[in-house]
């Protein structure tokens, strides 16, 4: 299973909210579905989510999308398979596809320092190479404080971004630590830009959207009016919910300010494995454990975190932000991907995702593996 330390959530809700408000369109047997659909339920009722939405692939096929409960709790709508939910940090695992795009295409060397692309950013005491913001060995801090993660300030590009940690000091040698990062990827939202000559949310759409066929993945805009759009939601000191924080995610586009569905999430995870966004060679670089200068190997990949299901190569990337709680899991070998995005924060999703994994495992025992390898 997949560990998390985030906190057990606990808040009486509404009746209403808890109840079940599932599409219909699954390809999973009816008996397979249900024990998944009773299971969300229980999670749900255990940490008092107001509303979910799952998508589900079996065999590299996407075989369920689904919303249980509640997008808006005020107004009792219904959330649905194709709710958009803030992406939060699996935004970074599209930057590192984007980064290694590019990296086929000659156009970004991963061990080349980061200001052969973004001359702007300070030298270091240490070399900072585009590898090492991808694995999370760049030194470069994550949030300060509580200010940095409930920004308001709207930003209209990415450069303007990188004031806000560009002079300050590492947190210790690249690649002798580990240390999760979010401003090395809004580092690598710049480095996609001045490599491809385009913006990063163009390169996005033209690049990894629409070859996934990804048609409602976008900007987390905070001004724009988006069709389907969760409300976010999360806990009171005392336990009851609230509506989340105010947030601009414009600071950190590349690195969580994204907006998508579960459903889209499933087909990104997909044109990856199949080699739709990368020849094989650079997708199996970047599940490869990455290791410190030491030797060691870490948990992280370059943008994918690493783990195991039932003994099974598993690859994953969770968010939490203001309103949402995210998930994607998949394991590569078997096509087997869970997407999961609710609008309660500091939900422990991982362990959510994997038990359901475990449930699809036996589902089609005759798996596509043509495009992935062990």
């Not at 069709?227 to 009171?236: D, I, Q, W």
């Not at 370059?302 to 709680?325: E, F, P």
Request: glycine letters at 8%; a positive charge; charged letters at 20%.
């Amino acid at each position: 299973m997949i560990r998390t330390t985030r906190r057990r959530l606990l808040v009486t809700l509404p009746l209403a909210s808890r109840v079940l408000a599932a599409a219909p369109g699954s390809a999973l047997p009816a008996a397979r579905q249900q024990d998944i659909e009773k299971f969300i339920a229980s999670e749900m009722s255990r940490y008092n989510v107001p509303g979910i939405s799952a998508a589900l692939a079996v065999g590299g096929e996407l075989v369920s999308s689904n919303g249980f409960g509640f997008a808006d709790v005020e107004n009792n709508v219904p959330a649905k398979g194709l709710t958009v939910y803030r992406t939060a940090s699996i935004a970074k695992v599209m930057t590192a596809v984007a980064v290694m795009q590019l990296a086929e295409a000659g156009k970004i060397d991963l061990d080349a320092p980061v200001q052969r692309y973004v001359p702007a950013f300070p030298v270091k005491p240490w070399p900072v190479t585009v590898r090492h913001l991808l694995c999370h060995q760049s030194g470069i801090r994550h949030y300060r404080n509580q200010q940095e993660i409930d920004s308001t300030r709207h930003f209209t590009d990415i450069p303007a971004t990188l004031k806000a940690f560009a002079n300050d000091g590492l947190i210790g040698e690249p690649g002798t630590l580990v240390r999760y990062s979010t401003y090395a990827y809004v580092l690598l939202g710049a480095v996609i830009e001045a490599a491809s000559s385009m913006r990063y949310m163009q390169y996005l759409r033209d690049k990894i959207f629409a070859p996934a066929g990804m048609e409602r993945t976008r900007q987390d805009h905070h001004y724009s009016l988006v069709p389907n759009r969760a409300h976010g939601y999360s806990l009171s000191a005392g336990g009851q919910l609230q509506n989340s924080a105010l947030a601009d995610t414009s600071n950190k586009v590349s690195g969580g300010g994204l907006l998508s569905t579960a459903e889209d999430l499933v087909r990104f995870a997909l044109a990856f494995r199949r080699g739709a966004l990368l020849r094989q060679a650079y997708v199996d670089m970047m599940l490869l454990p990455a290791r410190l200068k030491d030797g060691r190997k870490t948990n992280f990949g370059l943008g994918w975190k690493l783990t195991s299901v039932d003994g099974r190569k598993a690859i994953w990337h969770d968010g939490g932000q203001q309103g949402v709680s995210t998930m994607l899991l998949m394991l590569p070998h078997e096509g087997i991907v869970v997407s999961l995005m609710c609008n309660l924060e500091r939900v422990p999703l991982p362990d959510t995702a994997a038990r359901i994994a475990h449930m699809l495992e036996d589902v089609h025992p005759q798996h596509d593996t043509s495009r992935v390898r062990q």
